[in-house]
């Protein structure tokens, strides 16, 4: 299998691989100094351990995993890869989860009072453009003419000319992860000088438009929607790129593209995706690539207990869920919490209110309820029970209002990644790292830019996107219509809605927050704006986009701060 190769991969993807941020620590160095691109990349072999690396940017953090050989120097491993960080991103900022630790300047992240010089703000700069580097590096071997001075041709080079597609893919996704997130971060591709060479500063709408061209120039080179392998880019992803690109156009100061947003969404909804017939708690347990739940996902970081590890991705959001009197071996199937993230009762309640109570018992390992010394179950107290089944969370011995920060059971336990599949079975790593697939991109979340996209532009339908939302609504509610809507509840405020109850926890919620003026200067949640106001505040608006490192900004006088209040 492709994947299997990603644990392994430590080659050289570029003689002189230097990291565009430009950080002399951050270079990358082989194992083996004999091992360069010239013996790497000869042939179709080759070319395919260097596109899985690639891939592996996203969910492990260095050449040997979990630790030992990280990408990155300067944070903790595990701390520094890829999807943890952008996950912390794009949810410890918003209403959406709370972190119990405090390392460093983390919890700064959900008090939105972070500085040019916090070091997971820092990390996930590096973090991108330490892929970005390694895809310029790839693409440079990948060339069409150097390939062939190598060679290679026929079959062999067409397989390459399509591992250059996903190539350019993911660069563009992580140019959108930078858009997103800095605005205004450096700019770099594989044209550029290897050497001696400062990149220099980008602005949101030139970075908007070369994404735009890149996706589009790549659009009939990469492999039809649901035609290429578990796990790898095809059109299906570029078109959901796209898509996320016009619905956020207006952020990004490149116009009204609602339009374009509902094109795209229309291509992904006829390429033969589907809300399969299956709970949704499916989508996110250890089995989610064989469990009916693949039909739904347009792209996938996917997981492997025995051949991905590390302690970011679905390794941290598994065990850093857990704790209390939450079981972690007969409910997650891992072998111990890590006591940190939570949520507020901010997403809580857009549940609404629980319609029943369960009571919980002590279990053992295996499951089997505990007595105590009369004989009696040992009671955990109390799980509310919600119409909406979307909502996974563990509530007994958890306080719904968060009092503390720092402690574990103030604020609802969010249970909705485990490492137990659909048939009651543990992970193939039945200990620390799940088999758990990261759904970055699905169905579901198209229907629901379908709607909004609808209602701010001018192309889209009402009627049907209302059938797209009650599709998930009957879903949520295991079959029952009752919950459905009608076209006159379809306003921006319920889409946004919509999607926290659907799409929690799957790192979307910054990036919606902003696009509808909820994250900074009108969202209120608990501890927002600092942890002695647990009521939470407004904060101001420069912090829609994270500043530009200070470390950035001390190596590269290219660069400028992307506000002065930072």
Not at 174 to 181: E, I, M, T, V
Not at 334 to 359: C, D, H, K, M, Y
Not at 378 to 386: A, K, R, V, Y
């Amino acid at each position: 299998m492709f994947f299997k190769l990603i644990k392994y991969v430590s080659i050289v993807l570029g003689v002189s691989l230097t990291l565009v941020s430009c950080e002399d620590d951050l270079n990358l160095t082989p194992e083996d100094e004999r091992i360069t691109s010239e013996r790497v990349f000869i042939n179709l072999d080759g070319y395919q351990s260097g596109v899985a690396k690639l891939y592996a940017g996203i969910s492990l953090s260095g050449q040997r995993g979990p630790s030992g050989l990280p990408d990155l120097q300067g944070l903790d491993e595990g701390f520094s890869n890829y999807l943890r960080l952008y996950w912390k991103m794009q949810e410890l900022t918003t209403d959406e989860a709370v972190i119990a630790w405090n390392d460093g300047t983390l919890r700064d992240l959900h008090s939105q009072n972070w500085t040019a010089g916090n070091e997971f703000i820092r990390t996930m700069y590096d973090r991108i453009f330490f892929q970005i580097a390694s895809i310029n590096a790839f693409l440079r071997e990948a060339d069409p003419g150097v390939v062939s001075g190598k060679g290679i041709s026929g079959a062999d080079a067409e397989t390459i000319a399509e591992f250059r597609a996903e190539a350019r893919f993911l660069r563009a996704l992580s140019y959108w992860h930078a858009l997103d997130l800095y605005g205004t971060p450096t700019f770099v591709t594989e044209n550029d000088p290897t050497a001696g060479f400062l990149p220099p500063q980008t602005n949101q709408a030139d970075l908007f438009a070369y994404i735009e061209s890149e996706l589009l120039d790549i659009e009939d080179d990469i492999a039809g929607a649901r035609s290429n392998e578990y796990g790898r880019a095809d059109r299906g992803a570029v078109w959901m790129l796209l898509a996320k690109l016009y619905l956020n156009a207006e952020v990004y100061g490149a116009g009204n593209r609602y339009n374009d947003c509902i094109t795209y969404c229309n291509n992904i909804i006829n390429a033969g995706y589907s809300i399969p017939a299956v709970p949704y708690s499916y989508l996110f347990i250890a089995d989610n690539d064989t469990n009916g739940a693949e039909e739904e996902v347009i792209f996938t970081i996917p997981f492997d207990g025995i051949n991905t590890q590390s302690f970011g991705g679905t390794t941290f959001i598994v065990h850093a869920a857990v704790g209390g009197n939450m079981n972690p071996r007969a409910d997650f199937g891992i072998n111990g919490g890590w006591f940190g993230l939570r949520t507020t009762s901010a997403l809580i309640n857009q549940f609404g209110t629980p319609v029943n109570q369960e009571e919980v018992f002590q279990r053992d390992d295996t499951g089997n309820i505990v007595l105590g010394e009369d004989g009696n179950p040992i009671s955990l107290g109390f799980q509310e029970i919600w119409n909406d089944k979307r909502l996974i969370a563990h509530t007994p011995g958890q306080n719904l209002e968060i009092e503390n920060i720092g402690a574990f059971n103030d604020g609802y336990a969010i249970s909705k990644y485990t490492n137990i599949s659909s048939t009651g079975q543990v992970g193939s790593d039945p200990d620390n790292h799940p088999d758990t697939d990261f759904p970055m991109f699905r169905l579901a979340d198209v229907y629901l830019m379908y709607a909004e996209a609808t209602l701010k532009g001018t192309s889209g339908d009402i009627g049907t996107a209302v059938g797209y939302i009650n599709q998930l609504r009957e879903r949520a509610h295991e079959g029952s219509s009752s919950f459905n809507i009608a076209a006159s509840d379809l306003t921006e405020d319920f889409v946004l809605d919509e999607r926290a109850r659907e799409l929690y926890w799957e790192a979307h919620r910054r990036t919606d927050l902003i696009r509808n003026r909820q994250f900074t200067e009108n969202g209120i949640w608990p501890f927002k704006g600092g942890e002695n106001i647990p009521e939470g505040q407004t904060t101001d608006t420069f912090r829609n986009l994270m500043p530009i490192p200070a470390t950035q900004l001390a190596l590269n006088p290219n660069l400028r701060q992307n506000s002065d209040e930072y």
